[in-house]
């Protein structure tokens, strides 16, 4: 197998509703799209990192020309199909995950489309439906938040995670509890947080929640320690877990209790299933998160999340809850029981619509070896 070409596409798509967090709020989402071509077949990747480089220091710019200018030509100088080949060559490049991820799954697609089978079949997978839950953006008011959540819980999702930041965190908390006594809940700081604010966080106990995720900002393991000692609550990491180093050392330092894996922060496939294999050895439960992904980002998490320790509900929702018009068809729904299907087809399992990915294209650039 050799791969033939590779194609970029840089799009744009609006999401049905505004997302807010403690970054700020957005209404729409630039992502890359990696095409791989080999006899016939067509592998797809995302590549999640943002417009502008708050939830990492990546964005589509950097992703672009990290991706053109050194991880394209290892592919085509080293003549390399396997993904773990990929992984490898890559590594001696520093940083840029999301650029490196997008690029090694579009291989895997390609690779498991190649062996006829479902991702999640090549990657282990252990079940054929995930349980999931549903990310909900600051909102303008409280009574907002409440009627969006009883619309989520009414369609069938059974856990609710709330963005929280200093300002939007202990009243909310409150009244969601008060209305949904029951729900299975957590919050999300994407990072908001100094140790300063212990004592406040501390009050989130009250609200039986699943856990807390990443109040501090990235690289302070130390202070989620700090604060994971006199707070009862599970603290879950997403940004501060970069690789199987960074998640052994949350874990010695007992920085958190839960890893939220993401295939595009740590880099690819390869990376997530060390952390997923480190976490199960050591009895720490993992879920996948999510980026807001089109329906080929959000394909390949429903692989992933198949992996035996994705033992929480994961952050991937149904086409409708993100984009009026998902780029693939048939579209990602919610199943029974709060539940989502993993794709049956082979590779990613769904169909990309070529001609959806056209509208919303904005640059694209096609890659052959010299
Ligand atoms: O921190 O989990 C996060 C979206 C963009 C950036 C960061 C995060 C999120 C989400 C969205 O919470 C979850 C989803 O894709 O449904
Ligand atoms: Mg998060």
């Known amino acids: ?11 744009y798509l609006p999401y049905v509703h505004y997302f807010e967090t403690s970054f700020g709020r957005e209404e729409g989402r630039s992502f890359i799209i990696v095409r791989a ?39 085509f100088k080293k003549n390399i199909y ?11 490049f520093r940083g840029h995950p999301m650029a490196k991820a997008g690029l090694e799954l579009a291989l895997w697609d390609l690779q498991a489309k190649k062996a006829g089978v479902p ?31 009883e619309l989520f819980i009414v369609e069938g999702y059974k856990r609710i995670k709330l963005k929280i930041k200093p300002g939007w965190d202990i009243e909310v ?26 004592e406040a966080l501390k009050m989130l106990d009250q609200f039986n929640m699943l856990m807390l995720e990443q109040p501090f900002p990235p690289y302070d393991l ?83 999340a198949s992996l035996p320790n994705f033992k929480l509900p994961s952050d991937l929702s149904a086409s409708k809850r993100y984009y009026k018009e998902d780029l693939i068809e048939p579209p990602i729904e919610l199943g029974e029981e709060g539940k989502i299907p993993v794709p049956t087809g082979p590779g990613i399992g769904v169909m990309p619509r070529e001609e959806r990915i056209k509208r919303a294209t904005i640059r694209e650039e096609a890659f052959t070896p010299e």
Request: net charge negative; hydrophobic share 40%; charged share 25%.
């Open 119 to 149: 991702l999640s079949r090549i990657y282990g997978g252990t079940r054929d439906e995930i349980a999931v839950g549903v990310s909900l953006g600051i909102e303008d008011s409280i009574p907002e938040l409440l009627r969006r959540i």
């Open 222 to 304: 130390w202070d989620h320690s700090q604060l994971q000692r006199e707070i009862r609550t599970p603290l879950c990491l997403d940004e501060s877990i970069i690789s199987e180093d960074t998640a052994r050392q949350a874990l010695e330092m007992k920085s958190c209790r839960i890893i939220n894996i993401k295939v595009g922060r740590v880099g690819g496939m390869v990376e997530s299933r060390k952390i997923h294999d480190h976490c199960r050895r050591e009895g720490i439960p993992v879920w996948c998160g999510g980026m807001l992904e089109s329906g080929i980002g959000r394909a390949h998490n429903l692989h992933i």
């Open 1 to 11: 197998m050799k791969i033939e070409r590779i194609e970029l596409s840089l799009l």
């Open 37 to 75: 071509f080999s006899e016939g077949l067509c592998g797809y990747g995302e590549v999640v990192a943002s417009a502008t480089p708050l939830y990492s220091y990546e964005t589509t710019s950097t992703a672009w020309l990290i991706l053109s200018e050194f991880l394209i030509p290892i592919i």
């Open 173 to 198: 908390a409150k009244e969601v509890r008060r209305q949904f006594p029951d729900i299975a809940l957590q919050a999300d700081a994407n990072g908001a947080y100094s140790l300063k604010d212990k």
């Open 82 to 92: 396997r993904p773990e080949d990929f992984y490898w060559e890559a590594r001696r």
